[in-house]
């Protein structure tokens, strides 16, 4: 089973609308927006031209800050975040595609902070899928999944988003 991209197009529109009303409530004018790299950018850019953000869209490669090497296999590739603006004082919301385990978030959390103090963070997740193993919860979530242990979710793109269920 996978979401093609019209259901993931719509999903995305639905999360716009959701962030905006967010931002509204908490008062939150002028947030910069960062996505965590690939997916999570590639929601962002969507979302970041949906609110029609003033500044730039920043993007974290969290490979660095990441605690879990060992345990799944992944191999840092060296590219660079870009955070094109002053993160210290300022409202951010931090998006990513899929809220699992919530250490992606931790490792994005530390390097922003690298950079600075923000004021507030906001998370964005198009899908949480559950299997905490960090206190970490999404502000807002484009869809809560229950997944099977062996399964897996990814977002993949750039040019038509599609989510693609996976068995390991």
Known sequence: MNIDPTETTALLKSLATELRVRLHELARKDPLMIGIHTGGAWVAEYLHQALAIAEPLGVLN?????????????????????LP????GRHVV??????????TIRAALNEIFDYGRPAS????????????ELPVRADV????????PGQQIKLS??????????DC
Not at 121 to 132: C, E, K, P, T
Not at 141 to 148: D, P
Request: aromatic share 8%; charged share 25%.
């Open 62 to 82: 969290i490979n660095f800050y990441r605690d879990d090497f060992s345990q799944s296999g992944l191999h840092p590739v060296v590219t660079p975040s870009d």
């Open 85 to 88: 603006f002053a993160i210290d």
């Open 94 to 103: 931090l998006v990513d595609d899929v809220l699992h385990t919530g250490r």
């Open 121 to 132: 963070v906001l998370l964005v997740a198009l899908v949480d899928r559950g299997g905490r």
């Open 141 to 148: 979530v484009g869809r809560k999944l229950s997944l099977t």
């Open 157 to 166: 793109g750039p040019d038509a988003l599609c989510l693609e269920f996976r």
